[in-house]
């Protein structure tokens, strides 16, 4: 993965970000750590608990918190997830076709209001789709890991990748 590039060169002294990376580009058994974290505030738990409409008391009402055992809101694990998930993007799926799921997801500690949490991603596997010529399936396991180096989540996700000659970015100016 050594030759992955953040730029592109598309003109004299003229550079294109260039996000993610391609089936041909992945690595089985490489783990990427994804920077950077992110401290973890009141308004992510409440805005997503109520737009994902999971009202249970333990993410949103303090008062019903404190006759828990943690005596605080715990961080509703659809943040957790959906923000882990979202640090991977940069380098597993930001050039993908589909995300094809998630698989084994496993909440295996706690997170509060204020950890600072960060994901690192290990790819498993990759192979070239048997039903879509010029594409390929990567597998990768994920974790999220708080800055005490807890680990609270864990899952694998499988996503669909062009390959190399049938990248998109071109086509669509990017």
């Given at each position: 993965?050594?030759?992955?590039r953040?730029?592109?060169?598309?003109?004299?002294?003229?550079?294109?970000e260039?996000?993610?990376?391609l089936?041909?580009?992945?690595?089985?058994?490489?783990?990427?750590?994804?920077?950077?974290?992110r401290?973890?505030?009141?308004?992510?738990?409440?805005?997503?608990?109520?737009?994902?409409?999971?009202?249970?008391?333990?993410?949103?009402?303090?008062?019903?918190?404190?006759?828990?055992?943690?005596?605080?809101?715990?961080?509703?694990s659809?943040?957790?997830?959906?923000?882990?998930?979202?640090?991977?993007?940069q380098s597993?799926?930001?050039?993908?076709?589909?995300n094809l799921?998630?698989?084994?997801?496993?909440?295996?500690?706690?997170?509060?209001?204020?950890?600072?949490?960060?994901?690192?991603?290990?790819?498993?596997?990759?192979?070239?789709?048997?039903s879509?010529p010029?594409?390929?399936?990567v597998?990768?396991?994920t974790?999220?890991i708080?800055?005490?180096?807890?680990v609270?989540?864990?899952?694998?996700?499988s996503?669909?990748?062009?390959?190399?000659?049938?990248?998109?970015?071109?086509?669509?100016?990017?």
């Open positions: 993965m050594d030759h992955v953040a730029y592109k060169k598309v003109g004299d002294r003229r550079w294109r260039s996000r993610g990376l089936f041909d580009d992945i690595e089985v058994g490489a783990i990427i750590e994804h920077r950077p974290g401290t973890l505030s009141e308004a992510d738990n409440t805005w997503m608990s109520l737009l994902a409409l999971n009202l249970h008391p333990l993410h949103i009402d303090s008062a019903y918190c404190e006759n828990t055992e943690w005596k605080r809101p715990l961080v509703s659809l943040v957790t997830l959906s923000i882990v998930s979202g640090m991977s993007v597993t799926s930001a050039k993908g076709l589909a799921g998630w698989d084994n997801i496993r909440l295996v500690a706690p997170v509060f209001i204020g950890d600072t949490i960060y994901a690192e991603t290990e790819y498993l596997d990759k192979r070239l789709s048997e879509r010029n594409q390929g399936i597998s990768c396991a974790r999220g708080k800055a005490d180096g807890t609270f989540l864990t899952c694998q996700r996503f669909l990748l062009p390959t190399r000659e049938h990248d998109l970015e071109d086509l669509a100016a990017y």
